[in-house]
């Protein structure tokens, strides 16, 4: 009963700008902490931001002060707008909801190639 849908992935150049949405269905939106994890092939996957029902953010070192996430919560959908981008943020970016357990979209793939 728990859908999470990211979208706006694609192919920027370095220094542009991307803006993800996740877009959720059910009630957890109103109770869950929602975020972004990213996995590089390769690698494992990486936490990068989170935002609770309280709007208390948390972003991953390497990301903070380029990319910020927000939610609206009439809307139920969470964005992580990035900026800056730079080739180490290339990966699948996915959306999770943490409530008792995580819940997790399919991913949006985000490449950062000049």
């Known amino acids: 009963q728990v859908q999470l849908v990211e979208s706006g992935g694609g192919l920027v150049q370095p220094g542009g700008s991307l803006r993800l949405s996740c877009a959720t269905s059910?009630?957890?939106?109103?109770?869950?902490?929602m975020g972004w994890y990213r996995q590089a092939p390769g690698k494992e996957r990486e936490f990068v931001s989170s935002?609770?029902?309280?709007?208390?953010?948390n972003y991953e070192d390497s990301v903070k002060g380029r990319f910020t996430i927000s939610r609206d919560n009439a809307k139920k959908i969470v964005y992580l707008e990035m900026n800056n981008l730079k080739p180490e943020d290339t990966a699948v970016y996915y959306c999770?909801?943490?409530?008792?357990?995580?819940?997790w979209g399919q991913g949006t793939q985000v490449t950062v190639s000049s």
């Open positions: 935002i609770t029902t309280n709007n208390f953010l």
């Open positions: 999770y909801a943490l409530l008792r357990e995580y819940y």
């Open positions: 059910g009630n957890i939106f109103l109770y869950a902490v």
